[in-house]
């Protein structure tokens, strides 16, 4: 694991034994950010004042204090040596909050003792704040990062990015670090946009985002839109999260016949403890009463995730929680992974590191119960009349590969004319990964 390019911490403790912990926790916690400490203020990047309130004029003295840093900020600055960033934690935080940024400007955050683990996330939003770029440690296109692809119409399908950014801080995740705030596109240029693929012939448009459903002004009233625009017939959109699924949104599957019955909702555990430190903003529960009002407005949704094993502190039972959910809410399509330490982001430095071993075992164990409820959802498709957009040639000739609403893909017989057309289609045979009809032979294997 690389660790970020090292970065200067200078924290001074004032008071009791407590602060000196707390320091010390602080120090941990920003360890993986790539912190390390230095002995004096001068050229620091990040100065914590861990203050105490015990002892009379003890906010004086600390007023005092960051005047000195004022003036080391203004320094390193003109020196072109980066910012410093100053915090103020301990109990003069805690105490006299905000009215500290009012007095002293140069403070770029206040933090108090219940919650110094999300020093990380304060961070980056002060950097944000002040305009600091973006962590550069990272490898680019991280895995778990990037978006798929924009392209241009080249076919019957495309994505079109309407939001980028999260502003979410899930523990594991280096996308707010890497990505920056959520900022979502203007309506108007997505419309122009999705206007223009239609003209060339694009059906179907994944609207694409990491947080897609904080779509600044509505994911809901943008899909009403979008669905309006002649040619274009069917809307996905990718990634969502719990928190801003909207009743406007919810509603929209309802009322929207081109927003189709998929819905990537990633839940990442079903432990309510590991949601906590994973800092995911919801409880198993919340997500299966969501799942409810969403499948009240669209029964035969069909329910895809992200998950991770293995996350630090996950016990077996933890793990369990998550097969539980899973079989409480019923997937049609899933990806899982093994929890992977990002250098940099707060759970890389967690206790409780999973072992390998356990980690595969897990990530079985959910695989298999996965493929099984996929399985069982394209079977019952078996019968069923879909309407299928087809998209391209198939592997064999005289094959054609579509879409079912469901995003399953639909093999048949027939010739390459059907391609950019939506036709109803029997379903004869299904497999893991893709229903056909009269190609049972031909399967991609599942
Ligand atoms: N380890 C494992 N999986 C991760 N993801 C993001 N970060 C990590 C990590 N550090 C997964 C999450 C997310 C998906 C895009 O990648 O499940 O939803
Ligand atoms: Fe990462 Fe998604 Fe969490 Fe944002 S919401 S921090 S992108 S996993």
Redesign the pocket.
């Known amino acids: 694991m690389t660790q970020p390019a090292p970065k200067r911490l200078y924290i001074k403790t004032y008071g009791c034994q407590m602060n000196v912990y707390d320091s010390e926790r602080m120090a941990d916690v920003l360890r993986p950010l790539g912190y390390g400490m230095t002995d004096h203020p001068e050229g620091a990047d990040l100065v914590v004042l861990n203050t105490c309130h015990i002892r009379e004029k003890a906010a004086e003295k600390v007023f005092s204090e960051l005047g000195k840093l004022k003036v080391m900020k203004q320094e390193k600055a003109a020196a072109g040596d980066g910012v410093m960033t100053i915090a103020v934690a301990g109990c003069v935080a805690q105490a006299q909050g905000q009215e500290i940024r009012a007095r002293q400007p140069a403070v770029d955050l206040v933090v108090g003792p219940q919650a110094y683990h999300q020093l990380p996330e304060l961070i980056a939003r002060s950097h944000r704040a002040s305009g600091v770029a973006l962590a550069a440690d990272f490898t680019p296109e991280d895995k778990?990062d990037a978006l798929p692809k924009d392209r241009t119409a080249s076919g019957v399908t495309a994505f079109l990015t309407v939001q980028e950014g999260c502003d979410k801080f899930c523990t594991?995740?280096?996308v707010p670090y890497t990505r920056g705030g959520e900022f979502s596109r203007p309506a108007a240029d997505i419309l122009t946009e999705a206007r223009s693929l239609a003209s060339q012939g694009v059906r179907e448009v994944t609207l694409l985002g990491q947080n897609v459903n904080a779509f600044t002004g509505g994911l809901g009233n943008l899909v009403r839109r979008l669905a309006e625009i002649p040619g274009l017939d069917r809307i996905r959109y990718t990634?969502s999260h719990p928190r801003d699924m909207d009743d406007d949104l919810i509603a929209a599957h309802a009322e929207v016949p081109a927003l189709m019955p998929y819905l990537h909702l990633?839940v990442?555990s079903g432990s309510d403890r590991i949601l906590k430190a994973m800092n995911r903003g919801h409880t198993a529960a919340h997500y299966l009463s969501l799942l409810e009002r969403i499948r009240a407005a669209r029964p035969d949704l069909a329910l895809s995730g992200?998950?991770?094993v293995g996350f630090p502190g996950e016990t077996d039972k933890d793990f369990e929680a998550t097969l539980d959910l899973v079989r409480a809410a019923t997937f049609a399509s899933a990806?899982s992974?093994?929890?992977?330490?990002?250098p940099g982001?707060p759970a890389s430095a967690m206790p409780g590191q999973v072992a390998e071993e356990a980690k595969d075992e897990r990530l079985a164990a959910l695989n298999a119960l996965l493929d099984e409820q996929q399985r069982a959802f394209n079977a019952a498709q078996v019968g069923r009349t879909l309407d299928v957009l087809f998209e391209k040639p198939g592997r064999y000739p005289d094959q054609v590969v579509g879409r079912s609403p469901y995003l399953q893909a639909v093999h048949v017989s027939g010739t390459a004319d059907l391609i950019g057309r939506i036709v109803p289609v029997t379903i004869q045979s299904a497999a893991k990964m893709s229903l056909a009809r009269n190609f049972e032979n031909q399967l991609e294997p599942a």
């Not at 992974?337 to 990002?342: D, E, P, T, V």
Request: glycine residues 0%; positive net charge.
């Open positions: 778990f594991f995740c280096v990634t990633p990442q992200d998950f991770i990806f992974f093994k929890y992977s330490r990002r982001t």
